[in-house]
């Protein structure tokens, strides 16, 4: 069992829990704020402050950082990314569906502005 909880008195012992986790983990770190392992999480000031949409850009951006997740990968997944053009800046939207089985699907929404 794999403790990824911030605290001793939680743990998460169930391979969805994990890689629901591990997602949330990815999304609310920026890169350099894990000591030991700078190049977790994600820096998405690059993209945000672009005058031109970056669509296709962060989403392989985005790609290449879920296929370093552990757990997530051992569920089939898809994701896609939206721009929606704001008065003062863009804002992205990641939509991940996790396939727990043929009959289960999870989905998971990440806003950046």
């Not at 962060?58 to 990314?81: P, S």
């Amino acid at each position: 069992m794999i403790d990824l909880a911030l605290d001793n008195s939680v743990y998460v012992n169930n391979y969805v829990d994990e890689a629901l986790q591990e997602l949330d983990l990815l999304f609310n770190t920026e890169c350099t704020e894990l000591i030991g392992d700078t190049s977790f999480g994600v820096s998405l000031d690059q993209f945000l402050w672009s005058l031109t949409p970056m669509t296709d850009s962060l989403r392989d951006y985005i790609g290449l950082k879920l296929q370093e997740l552990t757990y997530l990968n051992n569920f089939k997944y898809e994701f896609d990314v939206k721009y929606h053009e704001g008065d003062f800046k863009s804002i992205y939207h990641i939509i991940i569906d996790l396939y727990v089985n043929d009959h289960e699907k999870i989905k998971k929404e990440y806003t950046f502005n």
